[in-house]
């Protein structure tokens, strides 16, 4: 069937009057739109969905939402039978996320589904929590993180507050491309929706403080400046500092002001030091400790910390978990409660410190595949025989405690703060320890290069440089020989030197490939599942004596990952 063909399906009376407007324009026009609205169906991952809002089948829009939310009430009706079935939804500051939410509440409440819907803006990580707390059967959170202003998504949770993973996600998926638009139940029951606002944000802080919090030192002199970059978390974090204890928390008045435009930044995402321009200029002002952003459904966090110079420097979501991992599992030493039965949660792509954290506190490490919901896999699987303690993804998110079953920005903010307010009171700066724990355990730095290819073009291109990476990886990468080389695609792992090739199925198939050197030094490569494009992840190690040692260190690791970029062609 061609584009056209496809789009003048919907043209038809299941569709209704502004859809078939728009749809008629786009033909009319000719547009290159059309193409791209229409070539395939808006993916429904493992997770979700995440895609431009639009109308047409690679959209997200009134009729892919239904479909997808038609499929998952088919799918749980089987699943749960003769139960009465409890779904919550939240919704981020998105155009369109409010009204998509009660549109996907409607879908739900027409198939007889109980429907818990967030009254107003909530971060997801605090839907994670509602799910487990409400003793719901799944959740479902309208977001697209930190992408464009013209994209939203769709993430479906199960009754574990976790992301959807096997063997529910492909049996949703089936159920939700075997449904037809003209097969949508839109007539909602509001009389099944129950609404829910400000008395679950204080239960919801409250768990924070309770999983996050180890000790109150120095929390009235820290001065912290945050910022929700028009995001959610204005409804929880200053809440959350408040009641911890922390006294001097300056706000980015401009940026606490919910915003689909997102009004002040080219991009919402903490990732990136740009977003947190605005919250630096303000930490200048007030002689800040600590600078904090958060992406806008609230479960990233980026923080900045004063470096050895005494400048307001960002760290990555590496050196951030680093800190965060190592404090939380020293003080859980000390308060007695490592017993060999724990394990923190990491995923393939962020910086293998973890492992040699986990080691020197007798702890397991678990690794999987990008995303948190492999971690929330991983607590399931491991109830009733080990205990998780934290985990954390490079992608500048962290996770404290199981009560939460996504990475959660409040609970993570409350532990950096604690730590940033101890390194205070203790005479030393938050950058200061993080190089103290490097000292102890070797450095390792690491570099994100992101290739942008959009559309069906770009699509091919990514899928063309996976096909060249995979059959000719490269030989040598900044001077040192590649010894290993992972691809989690074909579930295989090759020892060059020995020419020796094991099976890899502890972790399911994804394309993905890792190189390690001779050296230690790892290149990760995937396509991303959310964004049109391709990421190479650079971790490279050494070790470190001093902090004047440091700065050295520090100079030759961002020259090396640069060598790797260019023996990679990325520039």
């Known amino acids: 069937m061609t584009t056209l063909e496809k789009a003048q399906l919907w043209l038809s009376d299941t569709f209704d009057k502004e859809t078939r407007d728009a749809v008629q324009q786009l033909i009319e026009s000719n547009s290159p739109d059309l193409e791209d609205s229409f070539y395939r169906e808006l993916e429904f991952g493992t997770g979700g969905m995440r895609g431009i809002?639009?109308?047409?089948?690679?959209?997200?829009?009134?009729?892919?939402?239904?479909?997808?939310?038609?499929?998952?009430?088919?799918?749980?009706?089987?699943?749960?039978?003769?139960?009465?079935?409890?779904?919550?939804?939240?919704?981020?500051?998105?155009?369109?996320?409010?009204?998509?939410?009660?549109?996907?509440?409607?879908v739900l409440t027409a198939n007889g589904i109980k429907v818990l819907l967030f009254k107003d803006h909530r971060p997801t990580p605090e839907l994670s929590f509602t799910v487990r707390d409400k003793k719901?059967?799944?959740?479902?959170?309208?977001?697209?993180?930190?992408?464009?202003?013209?994209?939203?998504?769709?993430?479906?949770?199960?009754?574990?507050?976790?992301?959807?993973?096997?063997?529910?996600?492909?049996a949703i998926i089936n159920e939700v491309y075997s449904v037809k638009f003209d097969e949508i139940k839109f007539n909602g029951n509001d009389d099944l929706i129950e609404w829910i606002g400000e008395e679950q944000d204080d239960v919801y802080i409250d768990a924070c403080i309770e999983n996050s919090t180890y000790q109150n030192v120095g929390k009235e002199n820290l001065n912290i400046v945050f910022t929700s970059i028009h995001g959610t978390t204005y409804t929880t974090i200053p809440k959350a500092l408040e009641k911890a204890g922390f006294k001097k928390v300056d706000l980015v008045k401009e940026q606490m002001i919910p915003s689909g435009n997102f009004t002040t930044v080219e991009s919402p995402n903490p990732e990136e030091p740009a977003a947190l321009e605005m919250a630096m200029d303000l930490a200048r002002i007030t002689n800040a400790d600590i600078v904090i952003g958060t992406d806008p459904d609230g479960d990233r966090l980026g923080i900045a910390v004063r470096n050895l110079d005494g400048d307001m420097q960002l760290l990555n979501g590496n050196q951030t978990n680093t800190i965060l991992t190592y404090y939380i599992l020293n003080e859980w030493r000390k308060q007695g409660r490592i017993t060999g039965k724990e394990f923190i949660g990491s995923t393939i792509v962020t910086s293998d410190i973890f492992f040699d954290i986990a080691q020197k506190f007798g702890v397991e490490c678990k690794s999987g595949l990008t995303g948190f919901k492999w971690i929330g896999k991983m607590i399931r699987e491991a109830e009733g025989t080990q205990k998780f303690v934290c985990g954390g993804e490079e992608s500048f998110g962290f996770m404290t405690g199981d009560f939460v079953r996504d990475k959660d920005s409040c609970g993570s903010i409350?532990?950096?703060?604690?730590?940033?307010?101890?390194?205070?009171?203790?005479?030393?700066?938050?950058?200061?320890?993080?190089?103290?724990?490097?000292?102890?355990?070797?450095?390792?730095?690491?570099?994100?290069?992101?290739?942008v290819r959009k559309g069906k073009e770009g699509a091919e291109e990514i899928q063309n440089m996976m096909k060249n990476f995979r059959e000719n990886p490269p030989k040598e990468l900044a001077g040192s020989l590649v010894e290993e080389v992972k691809d989690f695609k074909e579930q295989t792992s090759l020892t060059i030197s020995k020419n020796e090739r094991k099976v890899m199925n502890d972790i399911p198939k994804s394309n993905v490939l890792i190189y390690?050197?001779?050296?230690?030094?790892?290149?990760?490569?995937?396509?991303?599942?959310?964004?049109?494009?391709?990421?190479?992840?650079?971790?490279?190690?050494?070790?470190?004596?001093?902090?004047?040692?440091?700065?050295?260190?520090?100079?030759?690791?961002?020259?090396?990952?640069?060598?790797?970029?260019?023996?990679?062609?990325?520039?």
């Open 53 to 106: 809002m639009g109308v047409g089948t690679n959209r997200l829009n009134k009729y892919t939402l239904g479909q997808a939310t038609q499929g998952l009430a088919n799918y749980m009706l089987q699943q749960f039978k003769g139960e009465e079935i409890k779904v919550a939804i939240a919704y981020d500051v998105r155009h369109n996320s409010k009204e998509f939410g009660k549109l996907v509440a409607d």
């Open 136 to 170: 719901c059967n799944g959740g479902i959170v309208l977001t697209a993180s930190h992408n464009p202003p013209e994209y939203n998504g769709y993430k479906v949770y199960w009754n574990d507050g976790a992301q959807i993973v096997p063997p529910h996600d492909e």
């Open 414 to 451: 409350l532990v950096a703060c604690e730590i940033a307010a101890w390194c205070k009171a203790n005479g030393r700066t938050m950058y200061q320890y993080m190089i103290e724990i490097y000292e102890d355990l070797g450095m390792y730095y690491e570099g994100l290069v992101n290739i």
């Open 516 to 571: 390690y050197t001779q050296d230690g030094t790892k290149v990760c490569v995937r396509p991303s599942g959310t964004e049109p494009k391709i990421k190479f992840y650079i971790s490279v190690k050494d070790t470190v004596t001093s902090e004047a040692d440091f700065k050295d260190k520090l100079k030759s690791l961002e020259a090396k990952i640069e060598e790797v970029r260019k023996d990679l062609k990325l520039d």
